[in-house]
C-alpha cells in the first residue's frame, strides 16, 4: 500500500468527447495507464488508453442493471445507488485499485484512469480511493453536444436506417445533458478540471496549463516551452472529425436549448471549477430535466404500454409455435416407429428437437 496520497486522475466524460486523446495525452507526458488497455479499433485507431479490468468493472455492472453509458433516465441515478449498496462494486474496485497502487513500480507514480462510464460509479471511486490511499482527481473533457452525436452516429449507427438515427438523436442528446450534469456533480467536493477537446487539439499546451495547475499534477515537460514532445505527433487538428453544428442535428427546441446551456455552462469551469453560481445553474437545469423527462413519460405512457404488449405477444406466439412444432416433431417420430414411444424415449425426442430447434435460430 502505498505510504503517501497516489494522485489518481480519473477522466471521465461523454464517448466521443475526447476523453482518449486527453487521457493519451497525460500518459505521454509521464502519468501512468494500469495494464492491460483496451485495444485500438478501427473507430479509434489511436487507442482508447482505458484499462481494460475497469471498462470490463463498469459494463459488467451497467449490464446487469440494463444501463446505458449516456442512460438518459433521471431513474437510472437510483437504480445505481441501490445496486452499490450491496456491497459488491466497492469490494471489487477496492481489490483491483489496491493491487494496482501495492507496489514498488509505482512509488511516487500519478494514476490515470479513463471510462466515459465512471461518472455512474462516483460514489464507489470516492470510498475506495480514501480506502487505498489514492487521491482521486476529477478531469473532464468537453465537447460540443451536436459533435458527440454527429461522431457517435458516424461511429455506431452508420449501417442503421434513417429513422433509427432520427430516433437516436434525439435520445443522445438528451443522454449527453444527463450525463454532463451527472459528471460535473460527480466531482465536486474534489479537486477537478474541465477541458474542451477543440482547445486540446488546437494547443494541448495552453489547454492543459490550468489542469495542471487545478490537479496540481507533475508532467515530464514545461508547458511554456515550444520544443518537440511526443505529444505534438499525437494530437493534431486532424483529429476531428465531426465539426456538427445543431443545424446537423434534429431534435426538439427545448431540448437543444438546454443542451446549449450546459455546454456554456460547463465551458465556464474551464476556468473557476468551482464557481457557485455556475454550479447553482446547473443544479436548475438538473430539476428542470427531470420535471420534462417526467413529462415526457406521461404523455407517451400508451405508447409505451401498446409496445410492451405487443413484444409480450410475440414472444408468446414464439413460444406456442415453438411448441407446436416440437409436438409436430414428436408425432412424426412416433409415426416412423412400429412400437409405441415411451415417456423416458419421448423426452429425449423433445429436447434433441429443442437443441435442433435453438441451433438452427442462433
Known amino acids: 500500500m502505498p505510504t503517501s496520497s497516489t494522485p489518481l486522475v480519473l477522466v471521465s466524460g461523454s464517448g466521443r468527447s475526447g476523453t482518449s486523446s486527453l487521457a493519451g495525452t497525460l500518459k505521454r507526458l509521464g502519468l501512468h495507464v494500469p495494464q492491460p488497455e483496451v485495444e485500438a479499433s478501427e473507430t479509434n485507431p489511436r487507442g482508447f488508453y482505458e484499462p481494460q479490468w475497469v471498462i470490463d468493472f463498469h459494463k459488467r455492472h451497467l449490464k446487469e442493471l440494463a444501463l446505458f453509458n449516456i442512460d438518459s433516465r433521471p431513474s437510472a441515478v437510483d437504480i445505481v445507488a441501490r445496486h452499490v449498496e450491496s456491497g459488491v462494486p466497492t469490494a471489487e474496485l477496492h481489490e483491483w485499485l489496491s493491487g494496482q497502487l501495492d507496489g514498488e513500480h509505482l512509488r511516487g507514480e500519478q494514476v490515470v484512469v479513463k471510462d466515459p462510464h465512471a461518472f455512474w460509479f462516483a460514489q464507489v471511486w470516492e470510498v475506495v480511493s480514501a480506502e487505498v490511499g489514492a487521491d482521486l482527481r476529477w478531469l473532464t473533457a468537453l465537447r460540443h453536444p451536436a459533435e458527440v452525436v454527429g461522431s457517435r452516429d458516424i461511429a455506431y449507427l452508420s449501417s442503421q436506417s434513417d429513422e433509427l438515427r432520427l430516433t437516436k438523436e434525439t435520445s443522445n442528446v ?6 454532463a450534469l451527472l459528471t460535473e456533480k460527480a466531482g465536486r467536493g474534489s479537486k477537478r478540471s474541465f477541458v474542451k477537446y477543440v482547445d486540446l487539439l488546437a494547443d494541448w499546451r ?10 496540481e499534477l507533475a508532467l515530464d ?5 515550444s520544443e518537440h514532445h511526443s505529444v505534438d505527433d499525437f494530437i493534431e487538428p486532424s483529429m476531428r472529425k465531426s465539426q456538427l453544428t445543431w443545424d446537423d442535428v434534429r431534435t426538439p427546441d427545448w431540448l437543444r436549448d438546454m443542451a446549449e446551456e450546459v455546454w456554456r455552462l460547463l465551458g465556464a469551469l474551464t476556468t473557476t471549477p468551482h464557481d457557485p453560481d455556475t454550479l447553482g445553474a446547473l443544479d436548475r437545469i438538473h430539476a428542470d430535466y427531470n420535471a420534462r423527462y417526467a413529462d415526457a413519460v406521461a404523455l407517451t405512457f400508451d405508447h409505451t404500454k401498446a409496445a410492451s404488449t405487443l413484444a409480450a405477444r410475440e414472444a408468446r406466439d414464439a413460444q406456442r409455435a415453438t411448441v407446436q412444432q416440437l409436438r409436430r416433431e414428436l408425432a412424426r417420430v412416433r409415426a416412423a416407429k412400429e412400437t409405441p414411444v415411451g415417456g423416458r424415449e419421448a423426452a429425449t425426442i423433445l429436447r434433441r428437437a429443442v437443441v435442433r430447434r435453438v441451433t438452427r435460430r442462433s
Open 174 to 179: 438528451a443522454g449527453w445533458v444527463h450525463a
Open 206 to 215: 495552453t489547454a492543459l496549463a490550468p489542469v495542471q495547475q487545478q490537479l
Open 221 to 225: 515537460t514545461d508547458l511554456s516551452s
